[in-house]
């Protein structure tokens, strides 16, 4: 998903400036882009209860309803099986996202070398953290407080993008 979506962010910047008179409309885009992002999460966020971790339970109840409809001839599947599944699960499930979105964005932006070996740490680590502690973690974390965290950073990543625009 990263490379494919830091691809689509450099057709994006590939467009001819005859086509966009100069004006950088990718890094504009980008900007709108990350600003709806934040603002749009840290209106969620503001909406939640303190210690609300619904959200978090929701997915965690999805996952585990998918886990328990596999059948016993399904755990016999080999490896390979196996991690297709998982692949089109989460590739179905990435498209669209926020984070999908975003590396698109930032791909329009920045150098394309970067945002993709960035992404992919990125999304190593988060699903990583998701897989090592993620049960853990929501204990601990509320769904309010990612939110605002997430929200915040795309706030961030909204400035820095005009800042290198202006």
């Known amino acids: 998903m990263t490379i494919i979506s830091t691809v689509l962010g450099q057709a994006f910047h590939a467009v001819p400036s005859s086509l966009t008179q100069g004006i950088p409309f990718d890094d504009y885009v980008a900007v709108a882009a990350f600003t709806y992002f934040g603002v749009k999460t840290l209106m969620d966020a503001s909406k939640l209860s303190d ?28 490896v390979v099986a196996l991690i297709l599944q998982t692949f089109s699960l989460v590739f ?3 498209i669209g996202d926020r984070s999908f ?62 800042l290198g625009v202006f």
């Open 51 to 78: 210690g609300d971790s619904s959200g978090i339970e929701e997915e965690k109840a999805e996952a585990e309803e998918i886990v328990q409809e596999v059948t016993a001839d399904q755990k016999r599947k080999s």
């Open 101 to 162: 979105l975003s590396t698109i964005a930032l791909s329009a932006a920045l150098n394309p070398y970067a945002v993709a070996l960035g992404a992919t740490a990125a999304h190593a680590s988060a699903t990583g953290l998701a897989v090592l502690g993620g049960s853990f973690m929501s204990r601990y974390l509320s769904e309010k407080v990612i939110g605002y965290v997430g929200g915040s950073l795309f706030l961030v990543f909204a400035l820095t993008t005009a």
């Open 92 to 94: 179905a499930a990435e």
